[in-house]
Structure formats: C-alpha cells, structure tokens
C-alpha cells in the first residue's frame, strides 16, 4: 500500500517560516512529479507548487520568491520551505505524488492526508 505522510505543520506569526515534508511509503515502481496543494477555508484547493523528477519546477505566482519546493530522491521526500509567511497563506497542505506501482503498470495520484498551516497576523 503506498501512502504519503506529510508533516512540518503548525501555527506561526507572519513573515515567520515553516518547512514542510513529505515522504513516500510502501512499494512501487517509478516515483514521478511530487507537489504541494493547499484549500483554504471556503476555497477551492490549489497547486502551491511541484517537482518533476528531473527537478524542473513550477510555482502559484502567490508564493513565487517566498516559497522553495524541493525533493530528496534517494528518500523519496518532498519538502516545501515556506519563507515569509502570510495570513492568506493558511490552509490545509496536501502532498500530491505520481506514482507507478508495477513497471509497464498504469501511472496514478496519490494525496496526502494534509497538514494544517495557520498564520496569525
């Protein structure tokens, strides 16, 4: 069964910094783009950031220079560094992982079970 285990979440004042992690378990095959969503209260969730297995990146305009998507092939985690925090900025995090669990095998979605992020202002 492969599943993603985020952590790193909490409560912190703005311009403060959180990292978040996301790590891989279970097995499988190939381990493809990786990326961080967030969903605000009473919003539609939305792509924070991802990776490409080649490390390519691609940022939300609303978190370009503040925040650093990054990952650890070897221990196959994700991490989200998250530098000058906002208020609009809280949310509930969710590690997204392409995976492919046999070779030759189908390529699916996985989540996380999301990591509350919340900026007091």
């Known amino acids: 069964q492969v599943q993603l285990v985020e952590s790193g979440g909490g409560v912190v004042q703005a311009g403060g910094s959180l990292r978040l992690s996301c790590a891989t378990s279970?097995?499988?095959?190939?381990?493809?783009?990786m990326g961080w969503y967030r969903r605000a209260p009473g919003k539609q969730r939305e792509l924070v950031a991802r990776i490409e297995a080649g490390s390519k990146t691609n940022y939300a305009d609303s978190v370009k220079g503040r925040f650093t998507v990054s990952r650890d092939n070897a221990k196959n985690i994700v991490y989200l560094q998250m530098d000058s925090l906002k208020p609009e900025d809280t949310a509930v995090y969710y590690c997204r992982a392409l995976i492919t669990k046999v070779a030759g095998g189908l390529t699916y979605d996985y989540w996380g079970q999301g990591t509350q992020v919340t900026v007091s202002s």
């Open positions: 279970g097995s499988y095959f190939g381990l493809w783009d």
